[in-house]
């Protein structure tokens, strides 16, 4: 089968690799798209990636090719979403569900071939079903969409109360339909980007703030008569709006740090006071599992995608690359601000 196969930093290969057999228990997936995950970027143009040659990838869909024996939940011809944790399932965290925290894991894409290639294997439970009026394009972004549910749920999240959502990416955007599917009051998202705000009043926002306007703390706090939010999702990384929490969080709020930083942080003792005297509670949320494994947030991403309530627009999508142009993607990462949204490789073109 074909592949794009890793040799070395910056060196991603459009090539001939064997094509996998799907042993006992596990299942072979023709794959349709698979999304560049933020992570994929520094294992082909830095020093991320685990071993040489490998093959990376981890969002992604497909259909059922072929199943190893004692698979009895799929059968050939079925539409899968690729789940790419591969836990131990002996270690205490396993054994508690917290999948997420297991120390001995496996990850398909990353620490063992991925998908993007013509075909991946996976255990049957890392692949999980969706229906035909599910497109392959949503099917490539369960693994986001169940990133932002895992992220909700990291806070003992009820409806009726009114969440900021810190980011307008893809992510952001996913957390804010979440949060309006369970329930919210209002659900306002901050960003820098016009059209990133537009995209989420669009997909059910209540309000977008543009936090580069030098009156946005004032227009926050007037959707809240002044008391800040209660929920507060920051999903870009970045040290301006996990600083930006702080200031938004209403007395007794609960703040979830979804995104990953990619640079040092530290917080002023005025900002630390801060966090003190509103008493807020401060969490972070790392991937995308629960008990039994894959979880609630997996089923979940397969039922609101069929039924439409958790929104899909084209726009998440940057560009579509055949899987014989992935060296050309890579690229692409090389110039800041060039890549705005998925880039989804094609991996039947």
Known sequence: MKAGVVHAREDIRYEEIEKPVPKAGEVLIKVKYTGICGSDVPRVNGDACHFFPNVLGHEFSGTIEQVGAG????????????????????????????????????????????????YV????????????SVSFEQGAFFEPATVALHGLKRLDYKG???????????????????????GAKQVVVFDIEPARLELGKRLGATAGINTKEEDFMEQAMALTDGKGFDYIYETAGN???MKMAFKLAANKAQVCFIGTPTRELSFSVDEWECMNR???????????????FPGDEWKLAAHYFKTGELKFDESFIFKKVSLSRIA????????????????????EN
Not at 85 to 92: D, F, H
Not at 121 to 132: L, S, T
Request: hydrophobic fraction near 35%; charge should be positive; include cysteine.
């Open 71 to 118: 698979v009895t939940e799929l059968k050939p011809g079925d539409r899968v979403a690729g789940v790419p944790l591969v836990p131990c399932m002996k270690c205490e965290d396993c054994q508690k569900g917290n999948y997420s925290l297991c120390r001995h894991y496996s990850f398909i894409g990353s620490r063992q071939y991925g998908s993007f290639a013509e």
């Open 121 to 132: 294997v996976v255990p049957e439970k890392n692949a999980v079903k969706f229906e035909d």
């Open 160 to 182: 009726g109360k009114n969440v900021a959502i810190l980011g307008g990416g893809t992510i952001g955007l996913l957390t804010m339909q979440w949060a309006k599917i369970f």
């Open 239 to 241: 040290t301006i709006t």
């Open 278 to 292: 509103k008493e807020f509670t401060l969490t972070g949320s790392w991937m995308s599992y629960s008990a039994p």
């Open 328 to 347: 050309d993607a890579f690229e692409m990462y090389k110039t800041p601000g060039t890549v705005k949204g998925k880039i989804l490789i094609d991996s």
